[in-house]
């Protein structure tokens, strides 16, 4: 499913927006990705689908450039310690 949005914007803030971005609606939908993924709304996956990307790293890319970095605390990093002693059989890497 597809939806469009239209805004509704005086012509001259219109035609300055123009001269600076060729693709407008590019640049919204750039927009409304970052901040949903800031905001935990979307998913990279969701991202790399919204904005047509061929793969997880161009979607990293695209997050990487807009700041929108993993959220990745503390508890994530000792999990993921517990998971690797799992894996590695308690053997001290």
């Known amino acids: 499913m597809r939806f ?31 901040i949903g993924y800031k905001t935990g709304i979307l998913t990279s996956y969701q991202i790399q689908i919204m904005l047509d990307h061929d793969s997880r790293w161009e979607t990293e890319e695209f997050l990487n450039k807009h700041r929108c970095y993993l959220n990745y605390d503390e508890k994530d990093f000792i999990r993921d ?4 002693k799992e894996m590695s059989g308690n053997k001290v890497l």
């Open 4 to 34: 469009t949005v239209d805004y509704e914007l005086p012509q001259n803030v219109a035609e300055t927006l123009r001269q600076h971005w060729r693709y407008i609606a590019r640049v919204n939908l750039e927009d409304i990705a970052a």
């Open 81 to 84: 310690g517990e998971v690797l």
